[in-house]
């Protein structure tokens, strides 16, 4: 099936880091998602990108629509506890007249003490 | 603002039992939709719905039943369970389509003896 490729699995950072995730795929996409989970909740939508080449920020948090539609990233500077979590970038693509929406398998961030 | 509301949080059940995963919202959302979350997995979409009377099949809706006879409410039921089907499900609603900011239920986790 179809697959994003979300990397790094998990990211072991010290507090005040910059953090830099990716998610690439061999298809294009129309919209990138990028979500956070904290243990034992759901996902929680941080960023949504609609055109190729778009950059947006969410407080210390940045995302990037790539060019060719088929790849975004996600930067988190300074680091604090808080960004402990899962995050998961999601692709959205459309067949026809349905939706189709394809997760990564989302990168670990944990923060060293 | 309860936002989704899933129930229960934690299910046991043993291999051909049969259970109602519960999921409402009241956002007047009219999209809902049904994942399950594996280990080192994306979100893997079971079921959707993209209005009261309409639902359809996401990509892994085998051995999974939906209805929507209301805007509020869409119900997962797992007609015979079985060990592949110990997984976290998530519940979430959105005013559009599949790739549209999405609000999450907290899950619902699901063992299969």
């Known amino acids: 099936g179809q697959q994003l490729n979300q990397s790094p699995q998990s990211m072991f950072i010290q507090e005040g880091e910059d953090v830099s995730m990716n998610c690439t795929s061999s298809?294009?996409?129309?919209?990138w998602l990028w979500y956070k989970q904290d243990p034992g909740e759901g996902p929680v939508l941080l960023i949504a990108l609609y055109k190729a080449g778009e950059l947006t920020s969410n407080g210390r948090l940045t995302a990037q629509f790539g060019i060719t539609r088929k790849d975004s990233f996600l930067n988190i500077s300074a680091s604090i506890p808080s960004d402990v979590g899962i995050y998961f970038c999601a692709g959205q693509k459309r067949r026809d007249s349905n939706y189709q929406l394809i997760w990564g398998a989302g990168t670990k961030l944990i923060i060293k003490p | 603002n309860a936002g989704v509301t899933q129930t229960p949080k934690f299910q046991v059940l043993k291999t051909g039992q049969s259970m109602t995963l519960q999921c409402a919202q009241d956002m007047n959302h009219e999209y809902m939709s049904w994942y399950r979350q594996d280990p080192g997995m994306g979100l893997r979409l079971i079921h959707y719905s993209v209005g009261a009377g309409i639902t359809d099949q996401g990509e892994v809706p085998n051995g999974y039943n939906v209805s929507r006879s209301t805007t509020e409410d869409f119900p997962l039921r797992l007609l015979s369970a079985a060990p592949s089907q110990t997984s976290v499900y998530f519940c979430?609603?959105?005013?559009?389509?599949?790739?549209?900011?999405?609000?999450f239920g907290q899950g619902t986790r699901l063992t299969v003896v």
């Open positions: 298809s294009i996409f129309n919209t």
């Open positions: 979430a609603s959105s005013h559009g389509p599949l790739g549209t900011e999405a609000f």
